[in-house]
Nanobody, 110 residues
Framework: HVQLVESGGGSVQVGGSLRLSCAASGATVSSYSMAWFRQAPGKERERVAFIYSDGRTSYADSVKGRFTISRDNAENTLYLQMNSLKPEDTALYYC?????WGQGTQVTVS
């Protein structure tokens, strides 16, 4: 039974940084593609960053150069390092893989 649990969200000032974590259980993260999505109030869920099983990454244009997705295979954890945060980055952030979604972690930038 695969479970994904996000953490690391919070409130931060404009220009600040946060690192989100997504701890996986029931599967080995290195074997699967994984992604971070976000959803702001009144907006559709959008994909922020994606990491393939071979380590290649892709990013939404809105976060390119500011966000970095990575994976720690030993910890079986997915990360999203977010720098130079903007108010428009405020959203509930989710990780997903293998058809599963975490519960989300809130990021607020003001």
């Amino acid at each position: 039974h695969v479970q994904l649990v996000e953490s690391g969200g919070g409130s931060v000032q404009v220009g600040g940084s946060l690192r989100l974590s997504c701890a996986a259980s029931g599967a080995t993260v290195s074997s699967y593609s994984m992604a971070w999505f976000r959803q702001a109030p009144g907006k559709e869920r959008e994909r922020v960053a994606f990491i393939y099983s071979d380590g290649r990454t892709s990013y939404a244009d809105s976060v390119k150069g500011r966000f970095t997705i990575s994976r720690d295979n030993a910890e079986n954890t997915l990360y999203l390092q977010m720098n130079s945060l903007k108010p428009e980055d405020t959203a509930l952030y989710y990780c997903t893989s293998m058809g599963r979604w975490g519960q989300g972690t809130q990021v607020t930038v003001s």
